[in-house]
Nanobody
Framework: QVQLVESGGGLVQSGGSLRLSCVAS????????MGWFRQAPGKEREFVAR????????FYEDSVKGRFTISRDTAKNTVDLQMNSVIPEDTAVYYC?????????????WGQGTQVTVSS
């Protein structure tokens, strides 16, 4: 059974930094990519960043480019999101996301989410 467990959320002042971490378990050999999404109150869940498991190519939503960095540790099956120069608009519940491809079919898994609150 695939599980994703996030940690590292909390309260941070505008301009500060925060590091989120997500550890995956269950069929991790099938991982194609891992990433982070976020959902602010009253808004839809949106993409933040993704990293391809083999090759480590990374992708970012425009508003976080240059401020956030996604990284992974394939031995520990973890993906981290280093958040620098945070702004109040970064306030949201952040969800870890994992994609696996088996026989050409993409499956997506989600963590429970971790709250990030940026105070102005």
């Amino acid at each position: 059974q695939v599980q994703l467990v996030e940690s590292g959320g909390g309260l941070v002042q505008s301009g500060g930094s925060l590091r989120l971490s997500c550890v995956a378990s269950g069929h991790t050999e099938r991982t194609f990519s891992m990433g982070w999404f976020r959902q602010a109150p009253g808004k839809e869940r949106e993409f933040v960043a993704r990293i391809i498991w083999s090759g480590a190519n990374t992708f970012y939503e425009d508003s976080v480019k240059g401020r956030f960095t996604i990284s992974r540790d394939t031995a520990k099956n973890t993906v981290d999101l280093q958040m620098n120069s945070v702004i109040p608009e970064d306030t949201a519940v952040y969800y870890c996301n994992r994609q696996e491809i088996v026989a050409g079919t993409i499956s997506t898994y989600w963590g429970q989410g971790t709250q990030v609150t940026v105070s102005s």
